[in-house]
């Protein structure tokens, strides 16, 4: 019911009657815009040039184009399939519970289902942020349970057979054994050793600014610099690549141009593991990897009693509690952390 807003009905007629000659005595009804179809929403998405999600969150902080591109490949894989021809209204939070207790039956792991819901979500909040849709569906849905991987690490022991005083008689090129020795006395991913340059080698410590990976160099995966004490024997051994290589890539096989690449890096350390005598069989069952150095690293460091702020503070582990930043670093303050890196380098359990 509509008023005419008149005050007598002689008028209120009069008032009606030029409506119907103007053909509005009907109000004709909003056409109701419908949301686009996900697929409609999805396009350009993960593209850095075309996708808005990005174009903000780079103002704020950059994702790395490895996430993007596992987003795009995630979106291809798992989201188009399944919501591509839905209206971004119509999905719903059973419709999308329904799709991830699916994951098992297509024979996927949980992990994976839980990684393409993380990127459903980051969407679906876009979208909300858009007024294409009141709220987000994925809100309430829970991530599948992930069993946690057991993962074992090389003994002391074994850590100190990898470097012998003669390198030759575990590896066949220096480079990779200096690398894999840093690797053990400072827990640094495999994309920060690659992106190790000469001119973040100083006395007594090393600063990890960034990483090496397949779409080149970049941040640190918590996008923090760091800075970790080395022992005089590692210093050296650097000093020497520094030599070789300037102020580029340390692990280079180029003058320092590029870093070594990851294959021959992990071949290289699968064939040192056979030569201490752990074969692959072995290496597979106990879940060794190059990535095993770094939790090598940390129980080290944990079982020595050192602080668990200074753990976090060299390994790069994001916690809210660490607040300090060291503007000049201070290596006198990580004298029992330079211990037990003299002790797995020095000590050969005579």
């Known amino acids: 019911m509509y008023s005419t807003g008149q005050r007598t009905k002689t008028a209120a007629a009069a008032y009606c009657m030029e409506l119907y000659r103007a053909g509005k005595l009907i109000p ?3 056409a109701k815009v419908r949301a686009p179809l996900f697929s409609k929403f999805a396009e350009g998405w993960w593209d850095f040039e075309t996708c808005a999600y990005l174009l903000k969150r780079c103002a704020r902080r950059p994702m790395s184009k490895g996430t993007a591109a596992q987003g795009a490949s995630t979106t291809k894989k798992h989201l188009l399939p399944q919501f591509g021809g839905v209206r971004l209204d119509e999905i719903t939070s059973y419709g999308v519970d329904l799709w991830l207790s699916g ?22 909040e ?39 005083a003669d390198w030759r008689g575990v590896w066949a090129d220096e480079t990779h054994c200096i690398l894999n020795k840093l690797a053990a006395c400072t827990g640094m ?25 397949r779409y080149g160099y970049g941040d640190t995966k918590t996008h923090k610099a760091r800075n970790i004490p080395i022992p005089k024997i ?11 290589n300037g102020d580029g890539y340390l692990f280079s ?6 870093p070594l690449g990851r294959h021959p890096v992990y071949n290289a350390f699968f064939a040192a593991l056979e030569k201490i005598g752990i074969n692959g069989e072995e290496r597979r069952k106990r879940a060794l990897s190059m990535h095993s150095w770094r ?56």
Do not use: W
Request: charged fraction near 25%; proline fraction near 2%; glycine fraction near 8%.
């Open 28 to 30: 004709k009804k909003e």
């Open 103 to 124: 994951f098992k039956q297509r024979g996927l792991s949980n992990a994976t289902g839980n990684n393409a819901l993380k990127f459903l979500k980051i969407m679906l």
């Open 126 to 164: 876009e979208a909300k942020l858009q007024g294409l849709i009141k709220s987000n569906p994925c809100e309430t849905v829970k991530f599948l349970p992930e069993a946690g991987k057991d993962i074992e690490i090389l003994t002391p022991e074994e850590a100190r057979a990898m470097f012998p």
């Open 189 to 213: 991913r495999i994309g920060e050793l690659l992106g190790l340059r000469g001119e973040y080698v100083f006395n007594g410590y090393i600063t990890v600014a960034g990483q090496h990976g």
């Open 234 to 244: 590692i210093e050296f051994d650097l000093l020497r690549l520094k030599e070789r």
């Open 253 to 258: 096989n180029d003058g320092g141009n590029k």
């Open 295 to 350: 939790h090598f690293f940390n129980t080290m460091l944990l079982s020595a009693n050192v602080a668990d702020s200074k753990v976090m503070s060299l390994t790069g582990h994001a916690s809210k509690k660490m607040k300090e930043h060291y503007t000049h670093f201070d290596t006198t303050k990580f004298t029992e952390v330079i211990g037990v890196q003299e002790k797995l380098l020095t000590d050969n359990s005579k």
